[in-house]
């Protein structure tokens, strides 16, 4: 399994500094959608369909953590002004710490990324226009009953959880689930009622729903 840190650079930048630190051998990726865009041409409908791509998650970039050393020297010669062959980029720290986060994490941003692909290979394909609307037009219809099923199932969930009271000792160290600022970053639980637990990440104490808290088994800790 892979564990993966992130680079953080601008939007506009995502993806050509994902392909330029491919082609130097570095095993890193960002999630990207193919779109068409209408273009004007002179041609006989005066425009013309491009095939390009574009983030999903403008900004962020994974690299493997085994690449880090390299990565973080590339970044402190360009953080000195040093220069680069590569798109300007910096390693993401929270709480003076390096978050990894691990394959489980950026699963559902590779099966959308390979939703879109496909749904454009159809396009590709599609004999006529009318065959290629009425594909769109299908995916966009089945994605959003998938999204909203999927925002019901976890609606349930929640309520669930909710419902069941979680303790913790004071000294505890927990992750927090669905904050994505703390992916893969430990907090020290202060104390606890059942129903919500007081987490300190690094200088701060935050009052977070008992049911969001788990043990942790990071070794990346806020402190």
Known sequence: ???????RTSGGQTLPLMRSLLE???DVWSPARPIRRTLKAKTPTGTRLIDTEVPILPTFVFASEADLPKLG???DDLASGRGCLHPAFSIFRYGGRIPVVGDAEVRGLREEEERTIAVLQA???AES??????IRIAAMQTETARRRAT???QRAQRLALRSTRRTFDPGTAVEVADMPAMVGVAGVVEASDGIHAWVR?????WKIEGWRVSPSDSDTLAV
Do not use: P, Q
Not at 1 to 7: E, P
Not at 129 to 134: F, I, L, M, S, W
């Open 201 to 205: 990440f690094g200088s701060h104490s």
């Open 129 to 134: 226009y009318a065959e290629a609307e009425k």
């Open 1 to 7: 399994m892979t564990r993966w840190v992130i680079l």
């Open 151 to 153: 925002n019901e199932l």
């Open 24 to 26: 130097a051998k570095f």
């Open 73 to 75: 020297d590339i970044a």
């Open 123 to 125: 396009m590709r394909d």
